[in-house]
């Protein structure tokens, strides 16, 4: 999956996007409050990590923004600021939650599932429907009772999909969700990846709608076209 990460110390930026990459992360890495700005309004992210004590606009006001204009991505706040008035004030304008550093990479990771869980509509670390189920935590998918490993990309696709069970997402929305920035993506990418997992979850668990997209099952079907 995705994610935005907004960290000025070039340091704990470094390891904290490599730390990401190794969990299969895509990682967006600004290091100042308006890049961070222009790159949350037009990026598809899972989480945005996001410190406060940025350069040219303070984390708070890049939070406070992408509020106001109605922006729900799940956002875990970063930061050296450990006081309680400074906690209060950034889950007030809109975080989901807070880590001070120095934190270990383990909790950071197991704040990310929790908040993207919340904004999923669940408290448990499984989404799916009736055919498949994805385990958040450990990065399986059960099938007809059966688990399967997926790839990096393979489980940011179909976490996609899951989010929104009936809903056709198109190639565009897909990409943006595995991939970051400076990632070659060849024209066939997302055709490849779904080819390779309905070799692992059967070949109906991922239904392509010509001309528009994919979708699995689950919830309402939106839009007309033909299913393959």
Not at 63 to 74: C, S
Not at 199 to 226: E, F, H, Y
Request: proline share 2%; with cysteine.
């Amino acid at each position: 999956m995705r994610v935005l990460l907004v960290e000025d110390d070039e340091m704990i930026g470094h390891s904290l996007k490599e730390a990401l990459s190794t969990q299969g992360w895509s990682v967006d890495w600004v290091k100042d409050g308006l890049l961070a700005q222009s790159a949350w309004a037009d990026g598809d992210y899972a989480c945005v990590l996001l410190d406060l004590g940025l350069p040219k606009r303070d984390g708070v006001e890049v939070l406070r923004h992408a509020r106001t204009r109605g922006d729900t991505t799940p956002v875990l706040v970063l930061t050296a600021r450990d006081g309680v008035d400074d906690r209060v004030g950034g889950l007030d304008v809109g975080a989901d939650d807070y880590l001070v550093k120095p934190y270990e990479v383990r909790e950071l990771l197991a704040r990310m599932r929790a908040v993207i869980r919340r904004r999923d509509g669940s408290a448990h670390s499984v989404i799916g429907n009736a055919n498949v189920q994805l385990d958040l935590t450990t990065r399986e998918v059960l099938v007809q009772g059966e688990r399967a490993q997926l790839s990096a990309r393979e489980f940011a696709l179909l976490h996609a999909l899951l989010e929104r069970p009936g809903a056709i997402l198109s190639r565009e929305q897909l990409e943006n969700r595995i991939y970051g920035w400076g990632e070659e993506v060849s024209s066939n990418a997302v055709d490849v990846l779904i080819h390779g997992m309905r070799r692992k979850l059967g070949p109906d668990a991922i239904r392509n709608v010509r001309g528009l997209g994919w979708r699995v099952s689950g919830g309402s079907a939106t839009g007309a076209g033909a299913v393959a």
